[in-house]
């Protein structure tokens, strides 16, 4: 994960807790009996708990996302990369064949030039 997303975990983690601590504050300070408190801290532990796990998705799937675009543009340059090399390597074989025939006709010349 980059560092943007941990930041983005760490910011989300800490903005969720901090809402559920103020909810559990404010609910045990309120003047209800106790057990309809813990029913509401239930309650809103529930629906924290739902909010995390939705948040918890986007944020995959964000991740999965960057990671999928990642991994296309590096095939796609890798592929490009091995293209280029192997047209290069083609260019510069067909230039050496043809310059080493050419040294071969000269060499092959001047040897019949010493026969003679």
Known sequence: MSKNGKNT?????GLLAGAAAGVILGMLYAPEEGKETRK???DKAGDLKDQAKNKYG???????DQYSNISSTFKETASTVAHTVK???????????????????DVEAELNDLKK
């Open 40 to 42: 509401k801290i239930k």
């Open 9 to 13: 975990a760490g910011i989300l983690a």
């Open 58 to 64: 986007e944020v995959s799937e964000k991740v999965k």
């Open 87 to 105: 047209d290069g390597y083609d260019k510069y074989k067909d230039q050496i064949v043809s310059k080493t025939a050419d040294v071969v006709k």
